[in-house]
C-alpha cells in the first residue's frame, strides 16, 4: 500500500471548508486517479493550527486564506522548502506572480492556481496545457460574476444599477463592500494572471487599465437593445501593435457574440489563435464547492505528476493606445444642424459613425450612436471637443463595443 499524500490546508472559510469535505468526499477516486490516498495534514485558520507544523507534515500545501499578507509568505515558504502549492488566491498571484513563479522554478516545483481565474472553467489548464504551445493571439470574456448578475438584471428587468446591486447582495452574487467586483480591480487581477500565461509575459496587476460599470444607467441598456447589443463588463488581453494590451471596461456586444447570451453570475472565456479559430468555455464563476472542484483537479495534477509547460521569459510590451469601436450617448439642443455638427467633429477626428437613434425629449434630443472602431485617442479628442459645444446638454457618455459576431 502506498503512502498517504499529506495535504497542509490554509484557511478554512467558503472555499476552505468546501475543499476540506469534497477531498473527504472523493478520496477513493483520488486514490484511484493518482495511485495514492490523501489526507489532510492539518488546517490553519486564525484561532487554529500552527504553519511552521503543518508544513512539516504536508506534502504539498492549500492556500485558501486570500489576500496578500501572510499568504505570500507562507506560499514562499512552503515552495523554498519544496512542496508544491495549489492557491486560488487572484490578488497575491496578480500583484507577486514573478516572485511565485521564480520561487516555484528555483525550487522545481509547481504552483497551481486554477481556482483563481474564472470560477470552474479550465481556463488555466486549457492554456498551460491544451494550448500550451499554440501562439494565442486573444484572451476575453467574462471573468466577475457579480458584475455578470448586476448587467444582467438591468437588462432583463430595467432596473438601475443601485437597486440590481442590492438584489445581487441579497442573493449573496455580491459582497457587502462590492468595490472590488464593480470596479473592475478583481476581473483586472483575473486578466493579468491570464495575459501572463497566454503571453508569457510578466504582467502585473498595476498594468491593467480597468474600468466599472458603477457609471451603466438603465438608458445606455435601452437604447443599446434597440441597436441589438449588450451590455457586458469584459477582461481583454490581446496582441496589439507588437505588444500586448490588457484592459477590463464595460461593452456591448452584437446579438451574434458567443458572450452575448451569457448571463447571471456566469463566467465565460474565449481564446482565440489562427492554429485554434476561437475556444469558449463558460461556467460559474465562484462558489465554495464550484471553487474547492478546481483547486481539487489542482492537486490532482499535481500528485499525478503533471507538470505545465513552464513559462518562458517574453519581451513583448504593453501597448495602451489601441482600437476600438464605441457607442455614444449625447443629450444636445434639439436644433437644425446639430448633428451635422457632431458628425464634422468625429470625421475630423478620423471616427466614422456606423449607427445613430436620435429621439426628442423636450426641446432637447438624444443621439445615440456606435461609431466603428478608430484609435481610441482619436475617439478621445472627438469626445473632449463635443463635450464643449454650446448645444451640449449633458456630458457626453461612451461605452466601447465589440462589431464581429463571429471570427
Ligand atoms: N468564495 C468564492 O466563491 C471564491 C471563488 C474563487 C476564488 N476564491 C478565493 O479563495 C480564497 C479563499 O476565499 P474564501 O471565500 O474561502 O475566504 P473566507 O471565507 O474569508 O475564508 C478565509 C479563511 O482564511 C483564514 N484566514 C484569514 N486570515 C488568516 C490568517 N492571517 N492566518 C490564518 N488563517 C487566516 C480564515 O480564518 P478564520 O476562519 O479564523 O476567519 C478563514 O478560515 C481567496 O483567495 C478568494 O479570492 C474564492
Redesign the pocket.
Known amino acids: 500500500m502506498s503512502e498517504p499524500f499529506r495535504i497542509g490546508l490554509?484557511?478554512?472559510?467558503?472555499?476552505?471548508?468546501?475543499f476540506a469535505d469534497l477531498l473527504g468526499e472523493r478520496a477513493a477516486a483520488v486514490e484511484e486517479a493518482t495511485g495514492r490516498p490523501v489526507e489532510l495534514a492539518g488546517t490553519?485558520?486564525?484561532?487554529?493550527?500552527d504553519?511552521g507544523e503543518i508544513l512539516g507534515r504536508s506534502d504539498l500545501i492549500v492556500?485558501?486564506?486570500?489576500?496578500t499578507?501572510?499568504?505570500r509568505e507562507y506560499v514562499l515558504e512552503a515552495l523554498r522548502s519544496g512542496r508544491p502549492v495549489v492557491?486560488?488566491?487572484?490578488?497575491?498571484l496578480a500583484q507577486h506572480g514573478e516572485e511565485l513563479f521564480g520561487a516555484a522554478r528555483e525550487a522545481g516545483v509547481q504552483l497551481r492556481f486554477e481556482?483563481?481565474v474564472a470560477?470552474v472553467i479550465p481556463i488555466v489548464r486549457a492554456i498551460q496545457e491544451s494550448f500550451g504551445v499554440t501562439e494565442i493571439d486573444k484572451v476575453f470574456g467574462i471573468v466577475n460574476g457579480t458584475t455578470n448578475f448586476i448587467l444582467s438584471e438591468m437588462a432583463a428587468s430595467g432596473v438601475a444599477y443601485g437597486e440590481a446591486l442590492s438584489r445581487a447582495q441579497n442573493l449573496g452574487y455580491a459582497e457587502a463592500d462590492p468595490t472590488d467586483d464593480v470596479s473592475g480591480a478583481d476581473a483586472a487581477a483575473k486578466m493579468a494572471i491570464l495575459a501572463r500565461l497566454a503571453f508569457h509575459a510578466p504582467v502585473t496587476l498595476d498594468q491593467v487599465a480597468y474600468e466599472g460599470i458603477e457609471g451603466v444607467t438603465p438608458d445606455d441598456i435601452s437604447y443599446a437593445r434597440e441597436l441589438d447589443l449588450s451590455l457586458k463588463l469584459l477582461g481583454v488581453a490581446e496582441r496589439r501593435d507588437g505588444g500586448i494590451s490588457v484592459r477590463v471596461f464595460p461593452c456591448f456586444l452584437y446579438g451574434g457574440h458567443p458572450l452575448a447570451p451569457v448571463a447571471g453570475p456566469f463566467n465565460a472565456v474565449m481564446v482565440e489563435a489562427p492554429a485554434i479559430t476561437e475556444v469558449t468555455m463558460s461556467g460559474p464563476?465562484?462558489?465554495?464547492i464550484?471553487?474547492a472542484s478546481a483547486v481539487l483537479s489542482d492537486v490532482v495534477s499535481i500528485i499525478s505528476g503533471e507538470a505545465p509547460v513552464h513559462e518562458a521569459g517574453s519581451d513583448l510590451e504593453l501597448v495602451s493606445d489601441v482600437s476600438s469601436s464605441f457607442y455614444l450617448h449625447l443629450e444636445v439642443a434639439d436644433r437644425p444642424g446639430v448633428l451635422a455638427q457632431i458628425a464634422r467633429v468625429l470625421g475630423d477626428n478620423e471616427v466614422w459613425v456606423k449607427s445613430v437613434v436620435q429621439r426628442g425629449i423636450g426641446d432637447d434630443a438624444r443621439l445615440v450612436m456606435v461609431v466603428h472602431e478608430c484609435r481610441e485617442s482619436n475617439f478621445a479628442a472627438a469626445v473632449a471637443e463635443i463635450a464643449g459645444l454650446d448645444e451640449l446638454r449633458a456630458p457626453p457618455r461612451f461605452i466601447r463595443v465589440i462589431e464581429e459576431e463571429f471570427v
Request: without cysteine; glycine residues 26%.
Open positions: 490554509l484557511g478554512r472559510g467558503t472555499v476552505g471548508a468546501a490553519l485558520t486564525r484561532s487554529e493550527g504553519f492556500e485558501l486564506i486570500g489576500g499578507d501572510p499568504a492557491t486560488a488566491n487572484k490578488q497575491l481556482a483563481a470560477g464563476g465562484a462558489g465554495g464550484q471553487t
